[in-house]
């Protein structure tokens, strides 16, 4: 079903897009791997998977499971077809027992993609990263390479119904040297430090301004206030 989806929906979406992607080299062609990405809008796991031939499992919100407009129909077919693990944020058991299938992926080889943020950023900046991405990171040991998503907030920004045309780009940076937190996953200062780290490496390769505090907060705080740029 993946690959048939890649096949079907791959080249119109790279064509209207003009998608681009960058540092490729980083990504491993077959080991386990931990994509760490930024998080612009719902469609950021519609085009990353286009610009690698391995397939790519996201833990991304259960709404995006669920059906509505036509793009969102969309997504949520990728998601439900192509093996996708979905999270209800609001139930913590539900979180972890999502986390410990995102971890069977790694282990057996697979390529994960999670979103440090938690949820998409307001206003284009690079937020917090929550913790289950070091979590993740240290209890596989998999190599966590940050990714950037830029253009993808123009194509269908966040409360918005019908796409648009806009240029997508995917760069992929070096891995994140965790070497000094190995078999640290139970430590929670480790963890935060881990995913401070984490979120450090995908602000150097988006050029994303960082603001220390959690997304969600921001929005329910009503912080995002400007669009911050990215390269």
Request: with cysteine; net charge positive; proline share 6%.
């Amino acid at each position: 079903m993946y690959e048939h989806l890649k096949r079907l929906t791959g080249p119109v979406l790279r064509t209207a897009a003009r998608l681009e992607a960058e540092g490729l080299e980083n990504v491993p062609q077959s080991s386990g791997v931990i994509l760490a990405s930024n998080h612009l809008s719902i469609v950021d796991s519609t085009f990353l998977p286009l610009v690698l031939d391995r397939q790519v499992t996201f833990m991304a919100k259960a709404e995006y499971f669920e059906g509505g407009s036509w793009p969102t129909r969309i997504v949520s077919s990728f998601m439900r077809g192509s093996g996708q693990v979905p999270v209800d944020r609001e139930n913590q058991r539900a979180a972890v027992a999502s986390l410990d299938a995102c971890l069977r992926v790694v282990k057996d080889g697979g390529v994960f993609c999670i979103y440090p943020e938690g949820t998409r950023s307001p206003d284009g900046r690079l937020y917090r990263a929550k913790t289950g991405v070091a979590w993740l990171a240290l209890k596989s040991g998999a190599p966590v390479v940050p990714v950037a998503m830029s253009g993808t907030d123009r194509v269908l920004p966040p409360g918005r119904v019908l796409p648009r045309p806009a240029k997508v780009k995917v760069t992929f940076g070096k891995p994140v040297d965790l070497s000094l937190y190995e078999d640290s996953a139970a430590d929670a200062g480790a963890r935060r430090a881990v995913s401070d780290l984490i979120v450090q490496a995908i602000a150097e390769v988006s050029g994303q301004e960082y603001v220390p505090v959690y997304a969600a907060r921001a929005k329910e705080q009503g912080l995002s206030c400007r669009t911050a740029s990215v390269r």
